[in-house]
């Protein structure tokens, strides 16, 4: 049987592990643009060195990292540039959306909330599409995963049930044990789960730089490019670089595969064929292969913001020796809002050092400034409702996209919501500044799918519950393109755990 896959991110990543851990010979297709030399070298040598040997310059660049000038992390360093390119030529309202467009994709960037969802929490996918926990244990398989059994258990099945190897700060296990005082029914609060090395007897363990944000410069954060580089050693793999999958067919149950690379279009016929494109990439290659033109298409998101907060830390100002990443997370549900709504909590990291000019002041001032950043926390929220955010997304007959952002309700949303997470938070000593809460720009949000969702519903705007397009046998649509609905949390997990599920019910089909 000839197999492909299409694309290396996340969900590549999920069809590749089941098809390497079942011995399957297969070809990968991917554009395989990775960071420039410079950013390589940068990785190379901080990694290279212990933290307190860093010089000034490579800080320089690392410090540089954060914008908050467009409300986004930009999580530039050693991960592609790519990402942040511009897909359309025609947009309204300056819609953009950033796509993933690099080996490994998304995954250079991603760090945590690696939550296994329970179908409480997908509440709206239809039941058979729902994973199982034996999805998400084999997609990680071969991956360090961190996590510690608490509250969240019901929302979020534990998965290795191994108490965290996470060296938390001290302020951390404080606000931590604050959060359990005012866990009800339809508020929970936990630890965050994460596929991050805190194992501190292997090379690539995290060694608490400070600069977590920035993507690791030890490579303890995940990262399915240097897996999937790994996987391109093995005799069954053959990896095809610089491919850009254009459409699709079949021809008596044969898929014929549209791939162009430097201009020159060339056909690929297999068997099965699985397509994690992205899912900007994947709704624009589905609509060119049904013809879907001047059809609006919708792209749903989960909207996204930061709350800064003030809290009375009187804990020692620990930075730079700790992990950044947050610890603590909650979730919620309110009676006018039908999803969970994920939150969590980040203690003094590089990026609020940056945004008040830490790193440019002289030492004397430092210890003063100190003593007042610790106190400054930030709560960032997703809210993951389908019918209120979303691009509308157009396939024009010559092959130019138009895309138009669409925002239901956005401002009443955002500040009942902004409302409860203060009003909550209050309880336990937290004071919110809701004056300088920045709503993540619309054009840089990165919980994008649900163009094409799995249903049992049959027809040209719907996937079956195998991630099949309408009429298609074996043409897999595997990212988050398919997802009947977007969560308020775990979604890049949930790519993954996806992937080999349809990459698996497929198989076992034949």
Same mark, same amino acid.
């Given at each position: 049987?000839?197999?492909?896959?299409?694309?290396?991110?996340?969900?590549?990543?999920?069809?590749?592990?089941?098809?390497?851990?079942?011995?399957?010979?297969?070809?990968?297709?991917?554009?395989?643009?990775?960071?420039?030399?410079?950013?390589?070298?940068?990785?190379?040598?901080?990694?290279?060195?212990?933290?307190?040997?860093?010089?000034?310059?490579?800080?320089?660049?690392?410090?540089?990292?954060?914008?908050?000038?467009?409300?986004?992390?930009?999580?530039?360093?050693?991960?592609?540039?790519?990402?942040?390119?511009?897909?359309?030529?025609?947009?309204?309202?300056?819609?953009?959306?950033?796509?993933?467009?690099?080996?490994?994709?998304?995954?250079?960037?991603?760090?945590?909330?690696?939550?296994?969802?329970?179908?409480?929490?997908?509440?709206?996918?239809?039941?058979?599409?729902?994973?199982?926990?034996?999805?998400?244990?084999?997609?990680?398989?071969?991956?360090?995963?961190?996590?510690?059994?608490?509250?969240?258990?019901?929302?979020?099945?534990?998965?290795?049930?191994?108490?965290?190897?996470?060296?938390?700060?001290?302020?951390?296990?404080?606000?931590?044990? =604050?959060?359990?005082?005012?866990?009800? @029914?339809?508020?929970?609060?936990?630890?965050?789960?994460?596929?991050?090395?805190?194992?501190?007897?292997?090379?690539?363990?995290?060694?608490?730089?400070?600069?977590?944000?920035?993507?690791?410069?030890?490579?303890?954060?995940?990262?399915?490019?240097?897996?999937?580089?790994?996987?391109?050693?093995?005799?069954? #793999?053959?990896?095809?670089?610089?491919?850009?999958?254009?459409?699709?067919?079949?021809?008596?149950?044969?898929?014929?595969?549209?791939?162009?690379?430097?201009?020159?279009?060339?056909?690929?016929?297999?068997?099965?064929?699985?397509?994690?494109?992205?899912?900007?990439?994947?709704?624009?290659?589905?609509?060119?292969?049904?013809?879907?033109?001047?059809?609006?298409?919708?792209?749903?998101?989960?909207?996204?913001?930061?709350?800064? #907060?003030?809290? &009375?830390?009187?804990?020692?100002?620990?930075?730079?020796?700790?992990?950044?990443?947050?610890?603590?997370?909650?979730?919620?549900? =309110?009676?006018?809002?039908?999803?969970?709504?994920?939150?969590?909590?980040?203690?003094? &990291?590089? $990026?609020? $050092?940056?945004?008040?000019?830490?790193?440019?002041?002289?030492?004397?001032?430092?210890?003063?400034?100190?003593?007042?950043?610790?106190? %400054?926390?930030?709560?960032?929220?997703?809210?993951?409702?389908?019918?209120?955010?979303?691009?509308? %997304?157009?396939? =024009?007959?010559?092959?130019?996209?138009?895309?138009?952002? @669409?925002?239901?309700?956005?401002?009443?949303?955002?500040?009942?919501?902004?409302?409860?997470?203060?009003?909550? $938070?209050?309880?336990?000593?937290?004071?919110?500044?809701?004056?300088?809460?920045?709503?993540?720009?619309?054009?840089?949000?990165?919980?994008?799918?649900?163009?094409?969702?799995?249903?049992?519903?049959? &027809?040209?705007?719907?996937?079956?519950?195998?991630?099949?397009?309408?009429? %298609?046998?074996?043409?897999?649509?595997?990212?988050?393109?398919?997802?009947?609905?977007?969560?308020?949390?775990?979604?890049?997990?949930?790519?993954?755990?996806?992937?080999?599920?349809?990459?698996?019910?497929?198989?076992?089909?034949?």
């Amino acid at each position: 049987m000839k197999i492909a896959v299409i694309g290396t991110g996340l969900s590549g990543y999920g069809a590749i592990q089941y098809l390497i851990q079942n011995n399957l010979e297969f070809d990968i297709y991917d554009v395989g643009e990775r960071e420039n030399l410079e950013i390589q070298d940068l990785k190379k040598r901080l990694k290279n060195s212990d933290t307190k040997f860093w010089k000034k310059e490579d800080i320089s660049l690392l410090k540089s990292f954060s914008n908050f000038k467009n409300k986004i992390i930009r999580k530039k360093y050693f991960g592609s540039e790519y990402i942040y390119k511009n897909l359309s030529s025609s947009s309204k309202n300056n819609a953009y959306i950033p796509y993933s467009h690099a080996l490994g994709g998304y995954s250079n960037v991603w760090s945590a909330n690696a939550f296994a969802l329970d179908k409480k929490i997908l509440n709206d996918w239809p039941e058979e599409s729902i994973l199982n926990l034996n999805d998400y244990n084999e997609v990680i398989k071969n991956v360090e995963y961190d996590e510690e059994s608490n509250d969240f258990k019901n929302l979020f099945p534990n998965l290795k049930s191994e108490k965290s190897k996470k060296k938390n700060s001290e302020i951390s296990e404080y606000v931590f044990n =604050k959060l359990k005082k005012i866990n009800s @029914k339809n508020f929970l609060s936990g630890k965050i789960r994460s596929l991050i090395n805190y194992n501190d007897k292997t090379k690539n363990s995290c060694n608490y730089c400070g600069f977590c944000f920035t993507g690791c410069a030890y490579g303890s954060i995940f990262n399915t490019k240097d897996e999937i580089l790994n996987f391109l050693n093995k005799k069954n #793999v053959n990896f095809f670089n610089s491919f850009e999958l254009i459409s699709f067919k079949e021809i008596n149950e044969k898929v014929h595969l549209s791939l162009k690379k430097k201009g020159e279009v060339h056909i690929k016929v297999y068997d099965k064929v699985f397509i994690g494109a992205g899912a900007v990439n994947t709704t624009k290659i589905i609509a060119k292969s049904l013809s879907l033109y001047d059809k609006e298409l919708k792209i749903k998101y989960a909207l996204s913001f930061v709350i800064p #907060v003030l809290f &009375n830390n009187k804990f020692k100002f620990k930075w730079p020796n700790l992990n950044t990443l947050p610890s603590n997370a909650f979730v919620f549900k =309110k009676d006018d809002l039908k999803n969970w709504i994920y939150g969590h909590i980040s203690e003094t &990291n590089e $990026l609020i $050092l940056n945004y008040f000019k830490y790193f440019k002041i002289d030492s004397f001032l430092k210890k003063f400034l100190s003593s007042l950043i610790k106190k %400054f926390f930030t709560v960032q929220i997703q809210v993951g409702f389908n019918e209120k955010f979303y691009y509308s %997304f157009i396939l =024009k007959k010559n092959h130019s996209i138009e895309i138009e952002r @669409k925002t239901l309700e956005l401002k009443s949303i955002s500040k009942n919501i902004e409302k409860f997470v203060s009003d909550r $938070l209050s309880k336990i000593g937290f004071i919110t500044i809701p004056f300088f809460t920045k709503i993540t720009s619309l054009d840089d949000n990165y919980y994008l799918g649900s163009s094409f969702p799995m249903s049992k519903t049959k &027809n040209n705007y719907n996937l079956d519950l195998i991630g099949r397009p309408f009429g %298609f046998r074996n043409t897999h649509i595997i990212d988050s393109t398919s997802f009947p609905s977007i969560p308020s949390v775990g979604f890049g997990f949930l790519c993954m755990a996806n992937s080999y599920r349809i990459t698996k019910s497929s198989l076992r089909s034949v």
